[in-house]
């Protein structure tokens, strides 16, 4: 349980370094339009919005990966996992509400399957 808490908290990190890569480089490409459903105006006009929301996103992976790879007292790497697993999952209900209901799915679900097997992985003996 442990190895698939990791193994998804893992994944989260790298789908927000696909997100940040998505907001900050492809936002105005073909794909990055098809990927937000934006008409090559409107990708114009929020550019620099994405490009911020894309630097956030990656200070989100940037905090998971920091706890995976550099954090070696388990206390520390199980508080700092649950830190940024409750951001990214309050981002995705907030986004869900704001933005798009879809991010809930996208962003909130995965951060969530990876907090709950965090917390059953790592109950206090």
Not at 46 to 57: E, I
Not at 77 to 96: D, E, M, P, R
């Amino acid at each position: 349980m442990k190895l698939i808490s990791l193994i998804l908290t893992g994944f989260v990190a790298l789908e927000h370094v696909f997100i940040l890569v998505l907001e900050m480089f492809l936002w105005q490409t073909e794909y990055g339009m098809k990927a937000f459903q934006l008409t090559p105006e409107t990708a114009s006009i929020t550019a620099t919005l994405a490009k911020n929301q894309g630097l956030y996103n990656g200070f989100l992976a940037a905090g998971l990966f920091w706890a995976l790879l550099f954090i070696r007292d388990n206390r520390q790497k199980y508080q700092t996992i649950i830190f940024f697993l409750v951001c990214i999952i309050v981002a995705g209900i907030y986004g869900s509400i704001t933005a798009k209901f879809s991010i809930l799915f996208t962003q909130g679900l995965p951060a969530g399957l990876a907090l709950l097997m965090h917390l059953v992985s790592n109950k206090e003996k």
